[in-house]
């Protein structure tokens, strides 16, 4: 019997996520994946160019929800959802990644009773300040399967007390993204697109609201941006949440006058471009440490912590503060490189895993259901 599947995408670094297991599920014919896609995020450069680079199809269900506080957005994602899952019933439910659309269609299927699966469980940062951390602990505590990508994500799970036989690592699936446009990534020309020499400059991304949404932490990474950019050219593709603090701050002049490139987002094409052919990258994006943990390239980041911690064990990222910057970023451009290795499993094979585990559990399920 087909199985029917919810597959929730909203934010941009959701839509990486979700395009492998979209096409692996389109090509089964035992599996109908029906795509709904929050609005979570809803400009063309945050979303439309992003599904038509990985080959996305139109959603199935757009529901619109748009920006809002955090309550307005859960509440709105659940209100919306609960619609569409009441009335089109699916056998499962997949979830990906920490945003706020993620905790509010877990928390919808599991109450209607539906089987939902977190891809991207057990990750933790243990700072219950950030709002992404608080979207893992609840997802993953009423989700019925925890898809995890490194061992780490299994041992916080299990310390939890979730049931070992709830879990099974599938790996990294973000890399399936990468692998699926390789070949587009590479002949993209984004950094020559922007006077950029390849190797010789670094890309920066910033919109966590600890970063940037407090004047004094604002301005104290733009100065040690602009400390960087006098030995390495950095070019600064601007999330929608920063551009308006820059703005309304001023120290968007500040980055410009320093000579930091600053420009729109950019889609999943360009922006991969753009890392591969970087020196180092400065950011405090969760997917970009797997990324440039990924392809070998020094990482930056702007956090106090992070929950991928195999990005420090094995790849090429570090922790760093305003303050410590510049000299890290130093050092990063000549450190040796030999100790980096790829995590197991981060091979661009997840979405075949996660597929493979669905048919065991459909199984399981099927066999449960009869016996009853
Ligand atoms: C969200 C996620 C975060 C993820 C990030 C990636 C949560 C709690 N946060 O944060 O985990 O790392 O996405 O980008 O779910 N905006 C636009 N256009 C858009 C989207 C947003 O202009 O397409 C602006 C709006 O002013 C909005 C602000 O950006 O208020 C922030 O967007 P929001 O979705 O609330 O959070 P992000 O910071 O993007």
Same mark, same amino acid.
């Given at each position: 019997m087909t199985q029917h599947i919810h597959l929730v995408a909203a934010a941009r670094p959701n839509f990486m996520k979700i395009a492998p297991l979209w096409h692996a599920l389109s090509a089964a014919p035992e599996f109908a994946p029906v795509l709904i896609h929050t609005g979570q995020h809803y400009d063309a450069n945050m979303s439309d160019a992003i599904f038509a680079d990985l080959g996305l199809p139109q959603p199935d269900y757009h529901l619109g929800v748009g920006s809002g506080s955090h309550a307005e957005q859960t509440g709105g994602v659940m209100i919306a959802y609960e619609k569409i899952a009441a009335t089109d019933r699916p056998d499962w439910l997949i979830v990906v990644g920490d945003v706020n659309s993620t905790a509010a269609c877990a928390m919808v299927a599991a109450k209607l009773c539906f089987t939902v699966i977190h891809l991207e469980a057990g990750l933790r940062s243990r700072d219950r300040r950030m709002p992404e951390e608080i979207n893992r602990l609840v997802t993953d505590a009423i989700a019925d399967v925890l898809w995890t990508p490194s061992p780490d994500g299994d041992e916080n799970l299990i310390a939890e007390?979730?049931?070992?036989? *709830?879990?099974? *690592?599938?790996?990294?699936?973000?890399l399936d993204s990468f692998e699926l446009v390789r070949p587009a990534i590479e002949a993209a020309g984004t950094a020559g697109s922007l006077g950029l020499t390849p190797g010789g400059y670094g890309v920066v991304t910033l919109h966590r609201p600890s970063n940037v949404d407090e004047d004094h932490q604002l301005e104290a990474l733009v100065d040690a941006l602009a400390a960087v950019q006098q030995r390495l050219p950095l070019v600064f593709p601007v999330h929608p949440r920063t551009a308006v603090r820059l703005d309304a701050t001023g120290l968007g002049g500040r980055l410009d006058r320093a000579g930091v490139k600053r420009v729109a987002p950019q889609g999943y094409v360009a922006f991969m471009n753009l890392v591969t052919q970087s020196a180092a990258v400065i950011t405090d994006s969760g997917g970009v440490q797997e990324e440039t943990t990924y392809l070998g390239i020094p990482c930056l980041t702007? *956090?106090?912590?992070?929950?991928?911690p195999v990005t420090i064990t094995h790849g090429s990222n570090r922790l760093v503060t305003a303050a410590t910057l510049s000299r890290e970023v130093a050092e990063a451009l000549t450190m040796p490189r030999e100790g980096w290795r790829r995590p197991?499993?981060?091979?661009?094979r997840t979405a075949a895993r996660c597929l493979d585990d669905l048919r065991r559990r459909s199984g399981l399920l099927a066999e449960a259901r009869s016996a009853a």
């Open positions: 007390g979730v049931d070992p036989a *709830r879990i099974t *690592r599938v790996g990294n699936i973000m702007l *956090r106090e912590n992070t929950e991928r197991g499993l981060w091979d661009g």
